[in-house]
């Protein structure tokens, strides 16, 4: 059963810091096989997942199976080395999907 308001941060060590110092619930991994590992654990627990940047890319493919069911929300965040704009792009495109247009950048 999903609690309300249930958020989870995957990433490495260094990125996932700031998160756990807010109260999220936090995953460590050092690589994109122990990132789908948890995701497969975690996934029906929580409902917003964030993902760093570093593994979503990789992950796209696995990641479309949660597009299906409402929760969880997994979204890409950039990394405590900065942003790849990955996740800015995939935020983008489920806007455009939801909507049929682009209401946030206006390109």
């Given at each position: 059963m999903i609690n309300?308001?249930?958020l989870a941060m995957v990433g490495d060590g260094d990125s996932i810091t700031v998160f756990k110092a807010a109260g999220v619930?936090?995953?460590a991994v050092d690589s994109e096989t122990q990132a789908r590992d948890i995701l497969r654990r975690i996934g029906k627990d929580y409902q917003v997942i964030f993902l760093v940047e570093e593994f979503a890319k990789p992950l796209k493919e696995f990641l479309k199976r949660?597009?299906?069911?409402?929760?969880?929300?997994?979204?890409?965040?950039p990394s405590?080395?900065?942003?790849?704009?990955?996740?800015?792009?995939?935020?983008?495109?489920?806007?455009?999907?939801?909507?049929?247009?682009?209401?946030?950048?206006?390109?």
């Open positions: 309300e308001g249930k619930a936090t995953f949660f597009d299906e069911q409402p929760y969880p929300v997994i979204l890409s965040v405590k080395k900065g942003s790849t704009g990955y996740g800015t792009e995939q935020l983008k495109s489920a806007m455009e999907r939801a909507l049929g247009v682009d209401i946030l950048f206006n390109n």
